[in-house]
């Protein structure tokens, strides 16, 4: 497991918290400039690989600068290093969703140009796939960085999360939806927003699901 760990000690926030209502506004003008700064460096990160090499690393080094690292320091430093970090097996671990992603892309190219039974039975198909590969990539960047297994049991884990945690598949996929819809209703909106806060808020319910996940494994193991 890679975690981020702050490059200076944690600042004090006490004085903050004491300011009420105050100390409130701090915070969510400071987690809302954090989600328009990993989004910078999502971008970033993407092209630094030339995309197909850098997206993957930036959406794995974006997850732990939301949910893992301290919200008060800069994010460059921390973000670079974890995109560094494992480069190589986070590239291997999402070469399936870019292979998926285009399969998709392609796919819905090639439905415009059916009718009647053959587009229906494709849109179904494109349906069901696309719903499971979105609860799949909820899970992608908080599996990969919590736990260092092999592709075959990461995946296997990927492909079978929806079945074994229904809610927070449906949750994920509700998430994804609204933050779809807000970027289509209100584009400017959803460029602020970015991958940052789909990002952010279907790792909170994923790192639930894996925390409930450890805890019954854990004595198991024991």
Same mark, same amino acid.
């Given at each position: 497991?890679?975690?981020?760990? !702050? &490059?200076? !000690?944690?600042? *004090?926030? $006490?004085?903050?918290?004491? %300011? ?7 915070? /969510? ?27 993957? !690393? ?9 949910? &893992?690292? *301290?919200?008060?320091? $800069? @994010?460059?430093? @921390?973000? #670079? ?5 494992? #480069? ?10 870019? /292979? ?12 415009? =140009?059916?009718?009647? !039974?053959?587009?229906?039975?494709? =849109? ?12 799949? %990539? ?16 990461? #995946?296997?884990? %990927? +492909? ?5 945690? @229904? ?20 584009? %400017? ?12 808020? $279907? ?6 699901? +894996? ?5 019954? $494994? ?5």
């Amino acid at each position: 497991m890679t975690e981020l760990r !702050p &490059d200076k !000690p944690v600042r *004090d926030t $006490s004085a903050e918290d004491e %300011l009420g209502w105050t100390g409130g506004v701090m915070r /969510v003008l400071r987690r809302v400039t954090r989600l328009v700064e990993v989004n910078v460096l999502v971008l970033l990160g993407a092209l630094a690989g030339g995309v197909v090499l850098g997206l993957w !690393p930036a959406v794995r080094a974006a997850s732990a600068l939301l949910l &893992d690292a *301290d919200a008060t320091e $800069s @994010p460059w430093r @921390p973000f #670079w290093r974890a995109w560094r970090d494992d #480069w190589r097996r986070t590239n291997l671990l999402g070469a399936p969703l870019t /292979v998926v992603g285009a399969a998709l892309a392609l796919d819905f190219l090639v439905l415009g =140009q059916l009718d009647g !039974p053959a587009r229906a039975a494709l =849109q179904a198909g494109l349906v069901l796939v696309g719903v499971w590969t979105a609860v799949a %990539l909820a899970y992608w960047p908080r599996v990969v960085l919590r736990y260092d297994r092999s592709a075959f049991d990461t #995946w296997r884990f %990927l +492909l079978l999360s929806p079945p074994l945690g @229904p809610g927070t598949a449906a949750g994920a996929v509700v998430v994804l939806g609204v933050c779809g819809l807000v970027a289509y209703v209100v584009p %400017l909106l959803g460029l602020l927003a970015g991958i940052a806060v789909p990002l952010w808020l $279907s790792g909170l319910m994923v790192d639930e699901r +894996l925390n409930r996940i450890d805890e019954v $494994s854990r004595p198991a193991e024991g």
